[in-house]
């Protein structure tokens, strides 16, 4: 029944949604209260501006949205695309997929460039196809940044550079839903147009917010953009932000979450911290999987996640079992393959509120799943292999010395 709840913790790790912190929890146990009275300006401009640090901007203005990520999406492309206009976008999972559906849905002219589940996106392609195109009818580029079926991270910067080789002026827009907050992300440097996010992702916040920000190019681009847009209108925002108002009722108690999420962010040391921290604890998981005598569904090191990993389970083993066998014995939450690939790998989600000891407890519960569903382990082969790395790696909290 759902109303049993068994003792102790239920160990969440899934890519999103993920852990939020008991800090953040108690900033959002808030009474109901009229966003029209004159103290709500303060905290949502300061809402607004803590975004910046995530994104990596300085330039970009940025829109919160009572939304999930597929809104941020939405956002992205009728706010900056016309009926029939030309947009290229890779497609290595199921959120490329969908994002490619909603494009065609809305009714622009897609080049679905088709990549192996397990790979990212190809700059070398995707200089090609710009430099091709010389009338320069291809208006945006789409591209998800971290593909959480796959554990892939794409390197935006390289599709920069390939959209810089082909001197081409497509916008390029980011889906980052769960890479924004986690990994590094430099919106100005790698002059992103429109960067997605979503609260439930590293932000670790419940779900409900649907972050986007856009550059000035890409606001300039809205001018003579088409596409319907009525909620995801960036202008009804534009009109509303600059004084601290909303053109509708905002989630006040996310918004509270979101202030002491990003100021935990901040006091961990920003970005490079957390992104290496990110990175560190990915680093454990993967060795965890060596350990186990299992591989990633990413083979290139270089485009390895660290915000989740997917790991591949041996011909003949159905990986929903092991999902099934942490969830029922164990009250670990694992993510199942997604679509084609599903039975095939199991996810590990490590973004955002996260620690080594959490991370060690979902690799015991993994591999006693993986035992469960007829895996030849050898108990304590992964964690022994993820506790070594993190022990030599490990340095003290700095305001424990
Ligand atoms: N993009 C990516 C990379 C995602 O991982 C997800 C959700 O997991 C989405 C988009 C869709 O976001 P949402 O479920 O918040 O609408």
């Known amino acids: 029944p759902f109303s049993y709840v068994p003792p102790g913790r239920n160990h969440l790790f899934v890519p999103g949604p993920v852990n939020i912190h008991e800090r953040v929890l108690r900033a959002m146990h808030v009474p109901g209260q009229n966003h029209r009275d004159p103290w709500f300006a303060e905290l949502y401009k300061a809402c607004l501006e803590d975004t910046k640090h995530m994104y990596g901007t300085k330039t970009a203005t940025p829109f919160i949205f009572p939304g999930t990520g597929t809104g941020g999406w939405e956002a992205a492309l ?37 990549r192996p589940w397990g790979e990212g996106a190809d700059e070398a392609a995707l200089e090609d196809i ?30 920069r550079k390939a959209m810089d080789a082909a001197g081409h002026p497509a916008l390029l827009l980011v889906d980052g839903v769960s890479s924004i907050g986690a990994l590094e992300f430099k919106m100005d440097e790698w002059r992103v147009d429109v960067a997605v996010t979503g609260s439930q992702k590293a932000l670790s916040l419940p779900t409900g917010l649907a972050f986007v920000a856009a550059s000035p190019k890409a606001l300039e681009a809205m001018k003579s953009a088409k596409l319907k847009r009525v909620y995801y209108d960036f202008a009804d925002m534009l009109r509303t932000n600059p004084s601290g108002n909303v053109p509708y009722t905002p989630c006040l108690s996310l918004l509270y979450g979101l202030r002491e999420s990003v100021k935990m962010w901040k006091e961990e040391g920003g970005m490079e911290a957390v992104a290496a921290r990110h990175h560190r604890l990915a680093e454990g998981v993967r060795q965890a999987v060596d350990g186990w005598g299992l591989k990633l569904l990413c083979k290139n090191p270089r485009w ?31 993510g199942i393959g997604l679509a084609s690939i599903n039975g095939k790998v199991f996810r590990i989600g490590h973004l955002g509120n996260m620690n080594e000891l959490m991370l060690a407890g979902a690799l015991v519960g993994a591999e006693m799943a993986m035992i469960d569903s007829g895996i030849n382990i050898k108990p304590g082969s992964g964690v022994a292999r993820a506790t070594e790395y993190w022990h030599k790696t490990s340095s003290i909290i700095k305001t424990r010395e």
């Open 304 to 334: 390895r996640s660290d915000s989740l990993t997917v790991v591949e389970v041996p011909e003949g083993i159905d990986s929903n079992k092991i999902v099934k066998n942490a969830y029922a014995k164990y009250d670990l939450s694992l």
């Open 78 to 114: 009728c706010n900056t695309l016309s009926p029939g206009d030309k947009v290229i976008c890779f497609r290595y999972g199921l959120f490329s997929h969908l994002w490619i559906d909603m494009m065609q849905r809305l009714g622009l002219d897609v080049t679905v460039v088709d």
């Open 130 to 159: 710009l430099r091709k195109d010389t009338g320069k009818k291809i208006k945006a580029v789409c591209v998800v940044h971290n593909e959480t079926t796959t554990g892939v991270t794409s390197d935006i910067a390289g599709c």
